[in-house]
């Protein structure tokens, strides 16, 4: 039980479907992030929401397309998206204050055939 | 720019014997944490370990602690008694917060094998 929960934990799509995936904190925090985890690449930071409001966007492709409705709700939505894009894809939230870690989900790996 | 550099892509330890696992960073920040993560097989992050920029005693937690050298940039990890369930991916990774700028950056990490 991490606090943080990811939905699908497995997702298999083609190219031109349109998915989205889920990430829930029961934890309080005021920050959001999504990273995404290939393999023998370092964990890339993706997007980073502060009470709602999108605070970085680390030159993410448009076909990932992030949504925070709420401190505790984050989705991020896909289309048309690439074979290299599969990858494991994290959820973490946090307070925002540098001493404090993240708490991450347990990912949804993203396959695209 | 933020970098953290993980030199050892594989460690291989007995089990019961200590291990310790490079971490060195870079950044102009005068503010900023430390973490370790660990990354079992199925995939999710659990946090280990933090050291602040400011703190003077090196941090401990059970059967990890960190061997933080401010003047060299290094933030080291030493497991103490291994356990083959210690056998996973290690993350070091830096969080700052300037004005507000938020940033992270992780190491490509190393993979820890205990043996029996």
């Known amino acids: 039980e991490t606090g943080v929960t990811q939905t699908p934990r497995h997702l298999v799509m083609g190219m031109t479907n349109k998915k989205s995936l889920k990430c829930e904190q029961h934890?309080?925090?005021?920050?959001m992030y999504w990273y995404k985890q290939s393999a023998k690449k370092p964990l890339e930071l993706m997007f980073v929401y502060n009470f709602k409001e999108q605070t970085e966007n680390n030159s993410v492709p448009s076909r990932f397309s992030p949504e925070c409705p709420n401190s505790s709700h984050l989705f991020l939505h896909l289309h048309t998206l690439q074979p290299e894009d599969s990858a494991l894809y994290l959820c973490a939230s946090s307070p925002r204050v540098f001493n404090q870690p993240q708490h991450f989900g347990d990912g949804t790996r993203l396959s695209i055939l | 720019a933020q970098k953290i550099t993980q030199t050892q892509p594989g460690m291989f330890v007995q089990e019961k014997e200590a291990v310790t696992l490079d971490c060195t960073y870079d950044t102009s920040d005068q503010s900023y944490g430390l973490f370790w993560y660990k990354q079992p097989s199925s995939g999710e992050m659990i946090f280990l370990i933090y050291q602040g920029s400011y703190d003077e005693q090196n941090a401990t937690e059970g059967r990890y602690s960190l061997n933080f050298q401010k003047a060299r940039k290094s933030a080291n990890l030493v497991i103490s008694a291994s356990q083959l369930g210690d056998s996973a991916m290690y993350f070091c990774?830096?969080?700052?917060?300037?004005?507000?700028?938020?940033?992270?950056?992780f190491g490509k990490g190393t993979k820890l094998t205990v043996n029996p």
């Open positions: 990774a830096m969080r700052a917060l300037q004005g507000g700028s938020e940033k992270l950056v």
């Open positions: 934890l309080g925090h005021n920050a």
